[in-house]
């Protein structure tokens, strides 16, 4: 999808029950405009190693459904 824009792949997640996981804070800006989504799962580039990472992803889809990421950005 690298040629899709943001808001194209905010829009497929959305239509196919995604959460998306980024490094990209645009996804950021989009979630502040209001624009509607099924989760944003946010990671600063860098801030942690893939290992973490995938236990983070792993713990939240432990914890939350996904109703309750429905317009909700987690930040890990």
Not at 7 to 21: A, P, V
Not at 41 to 61: D, E, F, M, P, Q
């Amino acid at each position: 999808m690298r040629a899709q824009t943001d808001q194209e792949i905010l829009d497929f997640c959305r239509e196919g029950g995604y959460t998306l996981m980024t490094h990209d804070a645009d996804f950021l800006v989009l979630h502040s405009q209001g624009q509607p989504h099924r989760g944003i799962a946010y990671c600063a580039h860098g801030s942690l190693s893939v290992g973490n990472l995938v236990r983070a992803l792993t713990i939240l889809a432990d914890v939350l459904e996904p109703a309750d990421m429905a317009n909700h950005v987690e930040f890990l």
